[in-house]
């Protein structure tokens, strides 16, 4: 690293106070070649935000005015951004002369972010003052998704709801209540009022999103989701475009240059030259589908090479299980174990794997070395991306954490942790109990193994007469638009057979709040309370997000009752709505539903927003000691700072964790494998003598041989595989002009729904044409700009091309997040970013959607709406996608195999298709690919398998004969 000498540009930028002396003593310490921030460094480097004490009263000038010095006097009120998972810290600077939010900015107090924000941060204070924005509850009037609205209050919205639901569920209608999540964010809060309503009424997004790559974590070491150690490590390796749209995308990507900047060095394999690619040391373009043939030969280099941590695989792998199984043959010895491997991946050469990905050999073998060197020091990321896109998908994230197991990065400093080791878990008042229901609509029996909610076949099951949604509430949750086939969700929810009353809570207009009933106006990230507890680095942290005008009226001496009061016009937030809608659901307590929302303090009384949260933060472990400390409450110390560290960053080897004696007492071990039982539950594992706590799987230790897979039907898949995907290019006609699309990818400045109420967000990123390359764009004749046509399995749109070098040849991509839309009849909404759309309906599931106007000016509370200069508002391409559910992990395969054609003279811009018949066809034949249950006992899904609301454990079993014929 060369950074220690200052640039005579730096010099003189510092010497005149335009940047901070980076040079000075104490900011750069060097450990040989390694530059090293403390967490205290990265705090001083915020040396210029106000300090704590002076949040109450703080004077900036306004540079607008310059040069006059206009003095604006702020309070300042820490929330938590809602833009993303990462929920990074944001403080609100709240004029005190108006009572005005004026700008949003950092918290150098929040452990994850540290002061830092992407775009989208900042971009909050668009959302707040949008002038499309809903201040009211609204309810429809004439028909479902007619566009006519009527103000109502609170009180009518939440005595329509509970009406329904106090009928649904003294008619034991259980199933027929659920709540579909969009953008979470609301730690443990649910978890606490759906099984108090005794249903099992959860439905979440994460099919669409991410339950490709848990499903391939999860079946190693029963862990969903990957802790990256970024700034720790040595070799950093992402699947995804991780540092520009990634999960934990600016907490990761700070951590990621700050572990670059200490020497590590970084890989990505995309087919795109996304940011992320364009900051690696290597880039590997891989043709998508085929990561996991790449890893698997990164894999055998290692084992070959020597390169694998011996202790680590004798002690946290299940390797006798496997030469048992595989290899009964074989004596069961540690060299058998590792002969056995190279034997079973001796295919996966670098020139094979080559071959599949288009990834040169010799850069798979040169980072095969570097990460068999980095050893124990291997961070590595698999998230949406390849998991999320193709058949099999879940696999690739099977295969990179086979590289971190044989490295031995397991949970290691600069490795890779599980997620659960470094997120903070509520402890909620009055907790229910699990709930003893199974809702089949959201977990069927096609999909025993299915890591999460079958979201994307709701509409189909709908369709098929599987059962009915009586009460519907959408949450920040946008299906028509987000979703693969839009269109069938259309159908559905103009269906009141299908549909009984949809309620949707949401912050903005959007094209699935259109076909809603109720339109609930939900807080933004400084209108909300919510607790965010994200697995960033190798700490732990919880943080709080909070109605910020509200606080300020706390603070103030005057506190209000509802969120509601203190937020523009009725924005609420579902806190309180839920708390509210419990009671009235239940208003006598005869149900039993009321007493889990009773104060934990005023026995009878209904709980306050301020007694949830001050039980939870009262538990958590260090924040009372740190409360006493300047003399407040747990609530106010969050309520002050916005966040807290739980721990500081050495959650680090916590499978060795020892069981205490209490622990042990009355417990068993398995002579077998040495797993230790107790009553009946697996609560740890023998390892060189001593009893660990390992890992929550059947053998506690990371199962490269998987019973699992084998009792439930899939043994091909029983060690890490390569799955062929539905676009390898064998299954590609090419001479009729068939290319695979990647739709997964998305611009860093871009929210899924709700970017388009930002306006500096739609600003900057506006369209989403089709990257192609130029070998491909000459191969038919396009330039930057021309129109194309993209037939997908059920209909087309028709965007334009951008001809770009940072496509890899043969493969086209288009971002999501763009191509809004709203129709003649509907609510202003998003005007920044929608076009005006007419939609007809030709024939029975037959759509049409064409534009009729694009982006323009428009008259407004804010002056810059007249100064809108964009017009293209980008091409709605989910909606022409169909359900692709992969077999075993549920997830939908993003990826489309599309047939690309010159438009016709009647084609436009815009203009989309789309056949639902079809749709339900496509549907139909990968359904035709699932294993269904039952698997071993009549259980309908792996005892040991998480589960979102996991109920409780009779409903596992299949009772009836029907599908169960031996029970
Ligand atoms: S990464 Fe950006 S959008 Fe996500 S929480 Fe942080 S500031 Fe908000």
Same mark, same amino acid.
Do not use: C, R, W
């Given at each position: 690293m060369g950074y220690k000498k200052a640039? +005579?540009?730096e010099n003189l930028a510092e010497k005149i106070g335009l940047i901070p002396d980076l040079h000075?003593?104490?900011?750069?310490? +060097?450990?040989?070649d390694m530059r090293h921030f403390s967490d205290e460094k990265v705090a001083e480097m915020y040396? #210029? +935000? $106000?300090? $704590? &004490?002076?949040w109450n009263d703080w004077i900036e000038f306004d540079p607008k005015s310059w040069p006059k010095k206009k003095k604006t006097n702020y309070q300042i009120v820490p929330t938590t951004c809602f833009n993303c998972e990462s929920a990074c810290g944001l403080t609100a600077f709240i004029d005190k002369s108006s009572g005005e939010i004026k700008k949003f900015e950092g918290n150098p107090y929040h452990p994850g972010s540290r002061g830092r924000n992407c775009a989208k941060g900042p971009a909050t204070i668009n959302q707040v003052t949008d002038p499309d924005r809903i201040l009211f509850p609204l309810k429809r009037k004439g028909k479902r998704g007619d566009g006519e609205w009527e103000r109502i209050s609170w009180d009518e919205a939440l005595d329509t709801i509970a009406d329904r639901i106090r009928k649904a569920l003294k008619e034991d209608r259980h199933n027929e209540i659920a709540y579909h999540v969009g953008r979470p964010g609301h730690e443990g809060f649910m978890n606490w009022v759906l099984p108090s309503w005794g249903i099992d009424g959860h439905n979440s997004h994460t099919n669409i999103c991410s339950s490709g790559a848990r499903f391939g974590y999860n079946i190693w070491y029963g862990y969903d989701r990957p802790s990256p150690d970024h700034a720790e490590a040595k070799f950093i390796l992402l699947i995804s475009a991780h540092l520009e749209s990634g999960h934990y995308f600016n907490p990761h990507a700070q951590r990621i240059i700050e572990g670059k900047m200490k020497g590590a060095k970084l890989a990505t394999m995309d087919p795109r030259l996304s940011n992320t690619a364009s900051m690696s040391d290597y880039w590997m373009p891989s043709? $998508? =589908?085929? &990561?996991?043939? @790449?890893?698997?030969?990164m894999a055998l280099i290692i084992l070959e090479e020597n390169l694998y941590n011996r202790p680590y695989l004798e002690n946290w792998t299940n390797w006798q299980e496997y030469l048992e199984a595989k290899h009964p043959d074989k004596e069961i010895t540690f060299e058998n174990y590792i002969e056995a491997m190279k034997e079973e991946y001796k295919e996966f050469t670098p020139e094979f794997a080559e071959k599949e990905s288009g990834v040169k050999a010799e850069m798979i073998r040169e980072i095969a070395v570097k990460i068999g060197e980095a050893g124990e020091r291997f961070a590595s990321h698999n998230w949406r991306s390849a998991g999320a896109s193709n058949l099999g998908g879940w696999a690739v994230a099977r295969c990179l954490h086979f590289l971190t197991v044989l490295t031995g990065a397991v949970g290691a400093k600069g490795g890779t942790s599980p997620n659960s080791w470094n997120k903070f878990k509520p402890e909620v008042p009055n907790p229910p109990k699990p709930q003893k229901k199974w809702n089949e609509l959201h977990f069927p029996k096609e999909y025993p193994l299915a890591f999460f909610e079958m979201s994307q076949l709701l509409p189909h099951f709908l369709k098929e007469g599987r059962g009915k949604m009586d009460v519907y509430f959408s949450r920040v949750f946008n299906p028509v638009w987000t979703y693969p086939d839009g269109f069938t969700w259309m159908e559905m929810f103009m269906d009141e057979t299908k549909f009984g009353l949809h309620a949707a809570l949401t912050p903005i207009w959007s094209e699935t709040a259109f076909f809603a009933d109720l339109v609930l106006p939900m807080g933004l990230a400084p209108e909300r309370h919510d607790i965010n507890s994200y697995a960033t680095h190798g700490g732990t942290w919880v943080a709080f997000r909070q109605p910020v005008l509200r606080e300020a009226a706390r603070r103030n001496g005057t506190p209000v009752q509802y969120t509601y009061e203190a937020n523009p016009g009725e924005v609420w937030e579902e806190d309180e709505f839920w708390i509210e809608l419990s009671w009235r659901i239940d208003p006598d307590g005869s149900m039993g539903i009321r007493k889990h929302f009773e104060s934990p303090k005023r026995p009878g009384e209904k709980i306050t927003i301020e007694e949830y949260y001050q039980y939870i933060f009262e538990r958590i472990q260090g924040l009372p000691e740190a409360a006493k400390k300047e003399g407040l409450s747990e609530f106010e110390y969050m309520? *002050?700072? =916005?966040? +807290?560290?739980? &721990?500081?960053? !050495?959650?680090? *080897? *916590? #499978? &060795? %964790?020892?069981?205490? *004696?209490?622990?042990?007492? =009355?417990s068993v071990v398995d002579k077998k494998n040495g797993v230790i039982r107790k009553n009946g539950k697996d609560i740890g594992v023998m390892i %060189?003598? !001593?009893?660990? @706590?390992?890992? $929550?799987t059947p053998s506690r230790k990371n199962e490269f041989y998987s019973q699992t897979m084998v009792d439930w039907n899939w043994p091909e898949y029983s060690t890490p595989t390569y799955i062929k995907s539905h676009i390898h290019n064998d299954v590609l006609d090419k001479s009729k002009g068939e290319y695979v699309l990647v739709p997964t990818f998305r611009l860093p400045t871009l929210i899924h729904s709700r970017s388009g109420n930002a306006k500096w967000l739609v600003e900057i990123s506006n369209r989403n044409p089709i990257w192609m390359h130029p070998e491909d764009a000459a191969k038919w004749n396009f330039k930057t700009g021309d129109l194309v046509k993209m037939n997908t399995d059920i209909g087309y749109f028709i965007d334009k091309v951008w001809v770009t070098q940072s496509m890899k040849p043969g493969v086209v991509a288009c971002s999501h997040h763009i191509g809004r839309w709203r129709r003649e009849q509907d609510s202003d909404g998003n005007r920044w970013a929608t076009n005006t759309v007419d939609i007809e309906n030709t024939a029975t599931g037959q759509w049409k959607m064409s534009t009729k106007r694009g982006i323009k000016p428009f008259e407004s509370s804010d002056s810059d709406s007249k100064r809108i200069f964009w017009k293209d508002g980008g091409v709605h391409q989910n909606i022409t996608h169909a359900v692709h559910p992969d077999p075993i992990s549920g997830m939908h395969t993003w990826h489309q195999r599309v047939r690309i054609e010159k438009p016709g003279p009647d084609d436009n811009y815009g203009d989309i298709f789309v056949d639902t018949n079809k749709s339900h066809e496509v549907y139909k034949e990968w359904l035709a690919m699932a294993r269904p249950a039952p698997g071993p006992d009549g259980l309908r899904r792996p005892l040991w398998f998480k589960r979102a609301f996991k109920p409780d454990e009779s409903t596992y079993y299949i009772k009836d004969d029907k599908n169960n014929p031996e029970k």
């Open positions: 640039s +005579f540009i000075k003593e104490g900011y750069q310490e +060097f450990d040989s040396e #210029n +935000f $106000p300090p $704590p &004490e002076k043709y $998508p =589908g085929t &990561e996991a043939a @790449v890893l698997l030969a309520s *002050k700072y =916005g966040a +807290f560290e739980i &721990e500081k960053g !050495e959650s680090y *080897k *916590k #499978n &060795e %964790n020892l069981l205490s *004696k209490e622990q042990l007492k =009355g %060189n003598g !001593e009893a660990m @706590v390992g890992f $929550p």
